[in-house]
């Protein structure tokens, strides 16, 4: 009998690798590939959800100073004005009306148009909005002429010396800086002579009366109100990250960055004449001027916002933009004739 040895091998040919290795390769490109488009998927879901976050925030307070702009907690029209040069300030004058828009062109009073951090973007709207009813206020309980003070309802009420307020009841309101607030006692002192701008007269009647100290003298005694006066400015200033962003000034304040990846901001105005609105929405060159008494009223603001995103995530390596539109009325203007 004869043995025989069997050598066999087993193993792959070189064809068998190849094959196998091409496979290998088109699944790690067909998920290497579903990755990336996730990854961009998410990224620009991702800027989606900031821009909306942005406008969100944006109209959400923009909308709400708008309708209370020109507002005070009484309703009343006529208005005192004690403040120091209150006329030659764009934060201390009400005649300047409840709503003062500037197109693309006009300057905002006070700030610079420019590429420098916080400056406006030149060819971007801007507006001023004046209230006396954006916050709670207090009710004024007396009201001693002679001595500039009031007595308040509340131990609580905030104010402290160089608040700006606005007290009125059902015949008027007058608008003063308080010169000394005892929280204790429940007294807000309106004396001249102290602050800045600081009071031209003790006297709070309308009309208002700056030759002397004692003024025109009005009392606000028994259920009148004091709240505190809110004038801001919102416009699209450059941001320190090198994009743009949405600012508001509230009171000659520093800016304050309200929300990032806004491009642009354009305003536009619907206005009536006496009682009757007017067809359309109008730019603020075309508002024959923006006083309480002016012919052409100011009855609602459409917001228009150029939102984009922090990234480029678009298709064309471009950031994603988006116009983004709000229409708000004005709650207060019927009291404006």
């Given at each position: 009998m004869t043995n025989k040895r069997v050598n066999s091998q087993a193993g792959l040919t070189l064809i068998e690798l190849m094959i196998a290795m091409a496979l290998g390769l088109l699944l790690l490109l067909a998920v290497t590939t579903i990755f990336l488009s996730q990854r961009q998927a998410y990224r620009v879901n991702e800027g989606l959800a900031h821009m909306q976050d942005s406008t969100r925030v944006a109209f959400e307070l923009m909308a709400r100073e708008i309708r209370e702009a020109g507002g005070n907690a009484c309703g009343t029209r006529l208005v005192a004005n004690v403040l120091n040069d209150a006329d030659g300030s764009v934060w201390h004058d009400w005649e300047r009306g409840g709503v003062e828009g500037?197109?693309?062109e006009?300057?905002?009073?006070?700030?610079?148009?420019?590429?420098?951090t916080e400056e406006r973007v030149s060819g971007t709207d801007a507006l001023i909005l004046r209230s006396a009813s954006l916050h709670e206020g207090v009710i004024i309980t007396d009201h001693h002429t002679t001595s500039a003070q009031f007595k308040v309802n509340t131990t609580a009420h905030g104010f402290i010396p160089g608040d700006i307020v606005m007290v009125c009841d059902y015949r008027q309101a007058a608008i003063l800086q308080i010169t000394n607030a005892n929280a204790s006692s429940r007294t807000i002192v309106h004396n001249t002579g102290a602050g800045t701008p600081g009071n031209c007269s003790k006297g709070l009647g309308f009309p208002t009366d700056c030759g002397s100290v004692i003024g025109n003298e009005y009392s606000f005694e028994g259920n009148g109100f004091m709240n505190r006066l809110t004038v801001t400015a919102w416009y699209v200033g450059n941001n320190a990250r090198g994009g743009r962003s949405l600012y508001r000034i509230v009171n000659g304040g520093a800016p304050q960055e309200i929300a990032e990846g806004v491009a642009d901001l354009q305003l536009s105005y619907l206005t009536r004449t006496g009682s009757v609105p007017a067809d359309d929405y109008v730019d603020a060159d075309a508002i024959d001027g923006w006083e309480n008494d002016a012919s052409a009223q100011v009855i609602g603001v459409r917001v228009v916002l150029q939102?984009?995103?922090r990234e480029r995530v678009g298709v064309d390596a471009e950031r994603l933009n988006r116009?983004?539109?709000?229409?708000?009325?004005?709650?207060h203007r019927e009291i404006v004739q």
């Amino acid at each position: 009998m004869t043995n025989k040895r069997v050598n066999s091998q087993a193993g792959l040919t070189l064809i068998e690798l190849m094959i196998a290795m091409a496979l290998g390769l088109l699944l790690l490109l067909a998920v290497t590939t579903i990755f990336l488009s996730q990854r961009q998927a998410y990224r620009v879901n991702e800027g989606l959800a900031h821009m909306q976050d942005s406008t969100r925030v944006a109209f959400e307070l923009m909308a709400r100073e708008i309708r209370e702009a020109g507002g005070n907690a009484c309703g009343t029209r006529l208005v005192a004005n004690v403040l120091n040069d209150a006329d030659g300030s764009v934060w201390h004058d009400w005649e300047r009306g409840g709503v003062e828009g500037f197109d693309g062109e006009t300057v905002l009073p006070g700030l610079t148009t420019g590429t420098g951090t916080e400056e406006r973007v030149s060819g971007t709207d801007a507006l001023i909005l004046r209230s006396a009813s954006l916050h709670e206020g207090v009710i004024i309980t007396d009201h001693h002429t002679t001595s500039a003070q009031f007595k308040v309802n509340t131990t609580a009420h905030g104010f402290i010396p160089g608040d700006i307020v606005m007290v009125c009841d059902y015949r008027q309101a007058a608008i003063l800086q308080i010169t000394n607030a005892n929280a204790s006692s429940r007294t807000i002192v309106h004396n001249t002579g102290a602050g800045t701008p600081g009071n031209c007269s003790k006297g709070l009647g309308f009309p208002t009366d700056c030759g002397s100290v004692i003024g025109n003298e009005y009392s606000f005694e028994g259920n009148g109100f004091m709240n505190r006066l809110t004038v801001t400015a919102w416009y699209v200033g450059n941001n320190a990250r090198g994009g743009r962003s949405l600012y508001r000034i509230v009171n000659g304040g520093a800016p304050q960055e309200i929300a990032e990846g806004v491009a642009d901001l354009q305003l536009s105005y619907l206005t009536r004449t006496g009682s009757v609105p007017a067809d359309d929405y109008v730019d603020a060159d075309a508002i024959d001027g923006w006083e309480n008494d002016a012919s052409a009223q100011v009855i609602g603001v459409r917001v228009v916002l150029q939102v984009e995103s922090r990234e480029r995530v678009g298709v064309d390596a471009e950031r994603l933009n988006r116009p983004l539109v709000h229409a708000v009325s004005l709650r207060h203007r019927e009291i404006v004739q």
